[in-house]
């Protein structure tokens, strides 16, 4: 990212040829080597957060079937929260309403066998119960629900959870990060 903006570059703005042997090396509390030379370079991994196979296909068949899926998980979702409100409980969804939804969303088009498949099942449980938790405004359930498949706000949130403030928080950060090493870099 930052490496292009500190290339040395000719009189008219051309990046110069760099010999990257050269340049100097960090290693990463993960033990990742990169090169040192600007940008950033989180060392969380994080897996692909693209959608599954199966939930790509969900959306893909439910435009091909012109089911708005969306709205269906909107309406849904404000139906639920409404009948929670009225009984003043938490963002949860029951079994029961979960399979009246899936058997809604069959009526509207999408195939049985789509939705019997688990990856979709649980993504649209999933996104059934971040809408729900949005129609009640609540924001701390929706956060729990997204951190579900969000390892890097799980991490936030768990960082955030554990310091007791701004200094607290650079402290356990720098607690996890102890240990790197750097090659080549300057003191």
């Known amino acids: 990212m930052g490496r292009s903006l500190q290339r040395v570059r ?3 703005g051309r990046p110069i040829e760099e010999d990257l042997d050269t340049l100097p090396r960090v290693t990463t509390p993960m033990g990742r080597t ?3 030379g600007g940008g950033i370079f989180p060392d969380l991994e994080i897996e692909n957060d693209t959608l599954k196979t ?3 296909e969900l959306i893909a068949t439910a435009n091909e079937t012109r089911v708005l899926l969306g709205l269906r998980l909107a309406e849904f979702g404000f139906e639920v929260a409404t009948t929670l409100l009225e009984n003043d409980e938490r963002p949860n969804l029951s079994e029961g309403q979960f399979e009246r939804f899936l058997e809604q969303l069959e009526e509207d088009g999408l195939p049985a066998e789509l939705l019997s498949d688990e990856d979709v099942r649980s993504y649209l449980h999933w996104q059934a119960r971040i809408n729900i938790a ?3 405004d609540d924001v701390g359930s929706e956060a729990d ?3 579900e498949r969000d ?3 799980a991490e936030a949130i768990q ?3 554990t310091s007791d ?3 607290g928080l650079f402290q356990e950060l720098d607690k996890r990060t102890s240990g790197a090493g750097n090659e080549g870099a300057e003191s």
Request: proline residues 0%; hydrophobic residues 50%; charged residues 35%.
């Open 10 to 12: 000719d009189a008219e």
């Open 34 to 36: 990169l090169i040192n």
């Open 134 to 136: 949005q129609r009640m």
């Open 145 to 147: 629900f997204r951190k």
């Open 165 to 167: 403030g701004q200094i």
């Open 54 to 56: 199966m939930e790509r």
């Open 159 to 161: 960082l955030l959870m």
């Open 151 to 153: 390892r890097v706000l």
